[in-house]
Structures are given as structure tokens and as C-alpha cells.
């Protein structure tokens, strides 16, 4: 059974898109079938993956709009073994718009997503930071996300509104979302604030913290270039220690907690209570 994962928090710059490639590249070297599905009108994931999205003809947004466009036909292959990738092209930004008066607009991906959810053992969708119609569309057809976030205090207000937009969400939506986990990303461990805002995180949130952390590390912003993923761009590096053992937490989290409900609200102190 695949498993349906997205990665989101309307903040952007939070690491989303660095964490979708590398998490994939790994589970693609473990030898699971992946698929990245970009679903950012900056398109930085197909990008990052050495395809123009100027080049193609088609991409997510003529899957979304038109009935007759499959997800199927827009997949390509990647240099990474065992690693696909439904690409986005700037397009995607009229989805809004175009998407409002059609029915089961929050749907569209899930029903699409169905027909090649058997050919792939993880299916890993790149969101854009926003609460649009697009990582809607995204958490309708996923069964977990993971949320990417720098622990810095400006963005334990937005995991705030991120929280209420994920609560209705699944209330409305898609009662089964599961949250797999939150994810500190770049984070300078040099710094107090730093483990300060992590342990305000982990008193509220619990185990659904991950004990990875990615620390910063300037060759993510090198890596990209060379349309490689960590783990051929510096593979001995602490950024590909870091994501190899956040992919392996992934794979094993996903049979330890997956029954495990949404937000486990752990005894918050006042302090933090504030926050969330
Ligand atoms: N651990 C890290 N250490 C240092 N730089 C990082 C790290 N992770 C990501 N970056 C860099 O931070 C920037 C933002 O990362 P990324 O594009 O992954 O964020 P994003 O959440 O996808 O952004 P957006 O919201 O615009 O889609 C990029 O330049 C990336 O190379
Ligand atoms: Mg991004």
C-alpha cells in the first residue's frame, strides 16, 4: 500500500521543497517506488530535478483543470533511480481562479491521484506556502503530512494559524489526514533561542516532534544547482546524516504511529499554551 505524504506550512522558506527532494532521493536509494508531485507555481522541485518547466507541455495544472489530462501523462522519470516526479510550471498560480466554480475543487488531486497510487510505495507532494486551493488539494489526497519549521518564534505563530487550517481541514475534509510529524529544519544549534524554541514545540506537540533535526548547512543552497540531492552532492556531510535518519524515522513512524491521532496535545504549560 502506498503511502500518500505532504509536505506543508504556508510559511514560506521553511525548508518544504529541501525537504521533499531529499526525503525522496532516500527513499528512492532504499528502494521504495517514489513519486514527487509538485504542486508549487515556482516550481522549485522540477527545478531542482533538472527539468524546465518551460519545456513541458503539460504539468499539474492540466491535471487539475482537465478531465481528460491523467496524472499518468504527465510523469516523468528522473536521474534517480526509482524516482518520479508529476511537474509543475508557473501555470499552477491560476489554479484559484480556475478551480472555484468546478465541483469537488478540494478533490481533484485525490481522484487523479488514484489511478497511479498503486505503481509507487511513497507518493511525496511539494506544497506552496499558502493556504490555497492547492495544499487543500494536497491534504485531501494525502494520509500524513509533515511540517517543516525553523525554529525561530515568528514561526511558532504561523504553526498557530497553520494549526486552525489543519483542524478544519481534516474536519472537513479528510477526517483520516494523520499527522506524521514536525520537522525543525535549518536550524543553528549555536543558538540558545534556537533550543529554546524547539523545546516550546516538543512541550506541546510530544512524539509528534521528530528527533531528526537538519541543522543548517550551507551546501543545501549548492546542491540544487547541480540538480543533485544531498546524498550525491556531499554525501559524507551532517545534511545527508540528517536526512537519512529523518527518512528512516519517516519509514518506521509510519508503521509504529500510524494509528496515532492528529495532534496529541501533551501537558502544555502555560508558556507554551500561549503559543498554540
Ligand atoms: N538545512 C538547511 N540549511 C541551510 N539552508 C537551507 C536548509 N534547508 C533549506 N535551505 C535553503 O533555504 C532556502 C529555502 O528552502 P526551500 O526552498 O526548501 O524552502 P520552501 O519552504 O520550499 O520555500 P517556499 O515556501 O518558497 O516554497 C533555499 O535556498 C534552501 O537551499
Ligand atoms: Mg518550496
Not at 30 to 40: H, N, P, Q, S
Not at 67 to 74: F, K, P
Not at 98 to 114: F, G, H, T, V
Request: with cysteine; aromatic share 8%.
Amino acid at each position: 500500500m502506498s503511502r500518500v505524504i505532504s509536505v506543508v506550512n504556508q510559511k514560506g522558506g521553511t525548508g518544504k521543497t529541501t525537504s521533499v527532494i531529499n526525503i525522496s532521493a532516500y527513499l528512492a536509494r532504499l528502494g521504495y517506488k517514489t513519486l514527487i508531485v509538485d504542486m508549487e507555481p515556482q516550481a522549485n522541485a522540477t527545478l531542482y530535478l533538472g527539468i524546465d518547466p518551460l519545456s513541458l507541455e503539460q504539468s499539474m495544472y492540466d491535471v487539475l483543470l482537465k478531465e481528460a489530462v491523467s496524472l499518468g501523462d504527465i510523469i516523468l522519470s528522473t536521474e534517480i533511480e526509482n524516482l518520479h516526479i508529476a511537474p509543475a510550471q508557473v501555470s499552477l498560480s491560476n489554479t484559484d481562479i480556475n478551480l472555484a466554480d468546478k465541483p469537488n475543487k478540494q478533490y481533484r488531486l485525490k481522484e487523479k491521484l488514484s489511478s497511479v497510487k498503486d505503481r509507487y510505495d511513497y507518493i511525496v507532494i511539494d506544497c506552496p506556502p499558502s493556504l490555497s486551493l492547492l495544499p487543500v488539494n494536497a491534504l485531501t489526497a494525502s494520509d500524513e503530512l509533515i511540517i517543516p519549521l525553523q525554529p525561530k518564534y515568528l514561526s511558532l505563530e504561523g504553526l498557530k494559524q497553520l494549526k486552525v487550517s489543519l483542524d478544519r481541514t481534516r474536519t472537513e475534509l479528510n477526517p483520516s489526514l494523520k499527522m506524521l510529524g514536525i520537522l525543525f529544519t535549518m536550524a543553528d544549534m549555536r543558538l540558545k533561542m534556537t533550543k529554546h524554541c524547539m523545546d516550546l514545540v516538543k512541550e506541546h506537540f510530544g512524539d509528534k516532534v521528530f528527533s531528526s533535526v537538519i541543522r543548517v548547512y550551507s551546501k543545501f543552497n549548492e546542491a540544487p544547482i547541480t540538480g543533485q540531492s544531498i546524498f550525491e552532492y556531499a554525501p559524507q556531510s551532517r545534511g545527508a546524516e540528517d536526512y537519512k535518519s529523518l527518512t528512516e524515522e519517516i519509514v518506521n513512524r509510519g508503521n509504529i504511529f500510524y494509528n496515532n491521532s492528529f495532534f496529541p496535545i501533551v501537558t502544555a504549560s502555560q508558556r507554551t499554551r500561549k503559543f498554540f
